[in-house]
């Protein structure tokens, strides 16, 4: 990466610049985009570029951020620019608050899995959205066991993550959030329609070229075989979406669309029993934490 011409392109002046995602940890594809924080404390969307064929997902930091959920996401991050070493300390004190951090955020995923359940559960047979709920509240559960095991969630590599952690009493919940997902129905044909949908639903959400890193990505997933991967991905990112929406309501509608994105189960003892068994997750992964 051209670090000097990218700070030209996207004109970021003399605010501290970092990178993170998993091009900064070695683990990308070649479909990753780069993801670059800019520190200008500016409270914006975050915005998409594309160069030459590789996409930058810019977003905005602030110097004085204190919520874990985003501090998370500074961890290791590469420095770019940061002529007053201002950047520098703030990755100083996440590194010596790393533990603290990550449980929070830990505590903080699991609490939204509980309320994602909760209503799946309590409106079970009158709400259109209930399999919805069930569907991000095991991506929640999710992103929970990924930084349990010091893994920042990674959408596009979490399932070979997951995969690849070692056994122990936390980890035994990968399956049942597995299953909830519905990994193992991932098809060639199935998951060209998830991606249709799930482009379409993030530019009704979005509103910018996240789509095209969706096509993108998916693309790749599909033709290296790696279909349960590209199956999760879609998944997480129309949970990511899903849950931006206000008044939902109010919008019926777009349960057409979620039902191909999320790949909706619509048999209400199945979601019962998802529910069921990821609400005991949420429970037990509450209370392993607290010992």
Known sequence: MDVKNLLEKIAVKDYPVGMGGCRNNDHGYDCCEYDITVFDGKKQKESILEYDGIFYQIYHGSLTE?????????????????????LRILLSKIKEKKEQIFNSYVKNCLIEAGICISKAKNKLGTDTYASSWIKSGAYFIADAISVINFQRPSPTHMLKFLREFDKSKINEFI???????????????????MSTST???????????H????????????????LSDCYFYLGYVTRNNFIKIQNLHRKPELIHILKTAFDLESDSTKIES??????????????????
Do not use: C
């Not at 482009?199 to 070229?209: A, K, P, Q, R, V």
């Open 66 to 86: 204190t919520s874990p959920d985003i501090l998370l996401q500074y961890h290791n991050m590469t420095i770019l620019y940061d002529e007053q070493w201002e």
């Open 175 to 193: 399956l049942v959030v597995t299953e909830s997902i519905g990994i193992e129905r991932a098809t060639p044909s199935l998951l060209s329609r």
């Open 199 to 209: 482009m379409g639903f993030s530019d009704m959400i979005e509103e910018n070229l």
């Open 211 to 226: 789509s095209k890193i969706i096509g993108q990505k998916s693309h790749y997933l599909k033709n290296h075989s790696l």
């Open 274 to 291: 998802q529910a069921d068994k990821l609400q005991q997750a949420t429970n037990s992964l509450l209370s392993l934490l607290h010992k």
